[in-house]
């Protein structure tokens, strides 16, 4: 089901018929390097990842992170969206793309559509973002969407993370 439509890009519900590309972007250097390792190495995994994480939150939460389509080619080239932890008192915003589509606009695009998204359909005021603090790039498109530094946190032991808030 489409969800957000710009220029470039649609972002639509992940479903189960999309563990390839999850098990490529949940494997891609970027992925493991600044979001982490989730154990997700094969079709099964996968699948139960899907599951366990989009499809849930789409059914608890009523969104999730999306897929994020290049529009021309029809192309999986990211995931964009929500995402609620029950650490944090709002939802914070997600993303990741393989690697040949980073530093293209995408993030940023599919970011915008998320937060209009949010403001307009889901009606939620304010918004998270968590970053490590040597993720430049992340931390820089955060900026760019009006997120502002709140403070340093600890989500699990020993990973210090920038906590950003946008108000909508």
Same mark, same amino acid.
């Given at each position: 089901?489409?969800v957000i439509?710009?220029d470039?890009? /649609?972002? !639509?519900?992940l479903?189960?018929?999309?563990f390839r590309? %999850?098990?490529?972007?949940?494997?891609?250097p970027?992925?493991l390097?600044?979001i982490?390792?989730?154990g997700v190495k094969?079709?099964?995994?996968a699948?139960?990842?899907?599951l366990?994480?989009?499809?849930?939150?789409?059914?608890?939460y009523g969104?999730?992170l999306?897929m994020?389509e290049? #529009?021309?080619?029809?192309?999986p080239i990211? $995931?964009?969206?929500l &995402?609620? !932890?029950?650490t944090?008192?709002?939802?914070? &915003?997600?993303?990741a793309?393989l690697p040949?589509?980073m530093g293209?606009?995408f993030?940023?695009k599919?970011? =915008?559509g998320?937060?209009?998204?949010t403001?307009s359909?889901l009606?939620?005021?304010t /918004?998270?973002? %968590?970053? &490590?603090?040597?993720?430049?790039s992340? $931390?820089?498109?955060?900026? #760019?969407?009006?997120?502002?530094?709140?403070?340093? %946190?600890q989500l =699990?032991?020993?990973e210090?993370?920038?906590?950003f808030q946008?108000?909508l």
């Amino acid at each position: 089901m489409n969800v957000i439509e710009t220029d470039r890009l /649609i972002l !639509r519900e992940l479903d189960l018929n999309d563990f390839r590309f %999850i098990l490529a972007l949940l494997n891609s250097p970027g992925w493991l390097q600044y979001i982490g390792d989730r154990g997700v190495k094969n079709e099964r995994q996968a699948r139960e990842y899907l599951l366990n994480g989009p499809l849930k939150n789409y059914k608890e939460y009523g969104f999730g992170l999306y897929m994020v389509e290049e #529009k021309l080619l029809g192309l999986p080239i990211g $995931i964009c969206g929500l &995402l609620k !932890r029950e650490t944090l008192e709002h939802p914070d &915003l997600g993303f990741a793309f393989l690697p040949e589509f980073m530093g293209k606009g995408f993030a940023l695009k599919a970011a =915008k559509g998320v937060l209009e998204h949010t403001k307009s359909k889901l009606k939620l005021e304010t /918004i998270l973002a %968590i970053v &490590l603090p040597n993720n430049k790039s992340s $931390i820089r498109l955060v900026e #760019k969407l009006g997120f502002q530094y709140q403070r340093s %946190i600890q989500l =699990k032991e020993g990973e210090d993370l920038n906590l950003f808030q946008v108000d909508l």
